[in-house]
C-alpha cells in the first residue's frame, strides 16, 4: 500500500516561531489532508490539498502531486497550535492512509 | 448541525465481552468510515462503506464486523473484545457527491471513542 512519511517527528517551538511541516507520499493521490489533533484528541480539518496552495490564516499548505509531496506552515505559532500534525493520503477517494504525525510543542 | 456523533466516549471491557461503537452524521454524507489509532501511531481504516447497503474491509479488519443501517448511521462491532483491541475508534463520513464549492472528497472526524480491554 501507500507509504507516507511526515518530518520532523517531533518539533518545539517558542511562541512566535515558523515552522515547516513536510509530508512524503510513495504514489499519486487524489485525496490529501491535514489534521490537528489536539491535546484532547480531536482531528481536526486543517487543510483538503490534493494539489496545489492553500492558506487559512496563519496556517497554509502546498501540494507538489508530481514530486509527491506536502508542506504545511505554520506561522507566527501559538501554544494553541500545539498537538499533532498528521497528512492523511488516498490514491482514491474512498480511503485515507495516515502519517505518524508531527508532534508540535509551543512554548512561550 | 453536530456533524460526526459517536458514543460512548469511553469504554471498558474484560476480555471476551462483546460491545457496539455507534455512529452517526447528519451531513447527508454518502461514506463513512472507521479507523483505530493506537498510541503514538497515526490512524488505520478497519471498515467503510462507500454507500448506504455497502461495507469493505479496511487495512486491519479482524476481529470487527460493521453495519451500515441507513445513511445516517455506521456501527462498529467487537465480538470478542481482546486486548490488543485497546485503542481509540474514529468514525468519519465523507459526501462524495461533487457540488460546486463544496469539498466532496474530504473527511470530517467524530471526537472518538476510548476503548481499554482488560
Known amino acids: 500500500g501507500i507509504q507516507v512519511e511526515q518530518s520532523p517527528p517531533d518539533l518545539i517551538l517558542q511562541e512566535g516561531a515558523n515552522s515547516t511541516l513536510r509530508c512524503n507520499f510513495s504514489?499519486?493521490?487524489?485525496?490529501l489532508q491535514w489534521f490537528h489533533q489536539n491535546p484532547w484528541g480531536q482531528l481536526i480539518n486543517l487543510f483538503y490539498?490534493?494539489?496545489g496552495t492553500k492558506q487559512n490564516g496563519r496556517l497554509s499548505a502546498t501540494t507538489v502531486a508530481t514530486e509527491r509531496y506536502s508542506l504545511l506552515y505554520i506561522s507566527s505559532s501559538q501554544t494553541t497550535d500545539s498537538g499533532v500534525y498528521f497528512c492523511a493520503v488516498g490514491p482514491t477517494a474512498s480511503k485515507l492512509t495516515f502519517g505518524t504525525g508531527t508532534r508540535l510543542q509551543v512554548t512561550l | 448541525n453536530a456533524g460526526v456523533t459517536q458514543t460512548p466516549k469511553f469504554q471498558v471491557l474484560k476480555t471476551g465481552q462483546s460491545m457496539t461503537l455507534q455512529c452517526a452524521q447528519d451531513?447527508?454524507?454518502?461514506?463513512m468510515y472507521w479507523y483505530r489509532q493506537d498510541p503514538g501511531m497515526g490512524l488505520r481504516l478497519i471498515y467503510y462503506?462507500?454507500?448506504?447497503?455497502?461495507?469493505d474491509k479496511g487495512e486491519v479488519p479482524n476481529g470487527y464486523n460493521v453495519s451500515r443501517l441507513n445513511k445516517r448511521e455506521f456501527s462498529l462491532r467487537l465480538e470478542s473484545a481482546a486486548p490488543s483491541q485497546t485503542s481509540v475508534y474514529f468514525c468519519?463520513?465523507?459526501?462524495?457527491?461533487?457540488?460546486?464549492?463544496?469539498?466532496?472528497?474530504?473527511?470530517?472526524f467524530g471526537p472518538g471513542t476510548r476503548l481499554t480491554v482488560l
Open positions: 504514489d499519486s493521490v487524489n485525496n
Open positions: 490539498i490534493p494539489s
Open positions: 468519519a463520513s465523507r459526501s462524495g457527491v461533487l457540488r460546486a464549492g463544496v469539498g466532496y472528497n474530504e473527511q470530517f
Open positions: 462503506s462507500a454507500s448506504e447497503g455497502t461495507t
Open positions: 451531513m447527508n454524507h454518502n461514506s
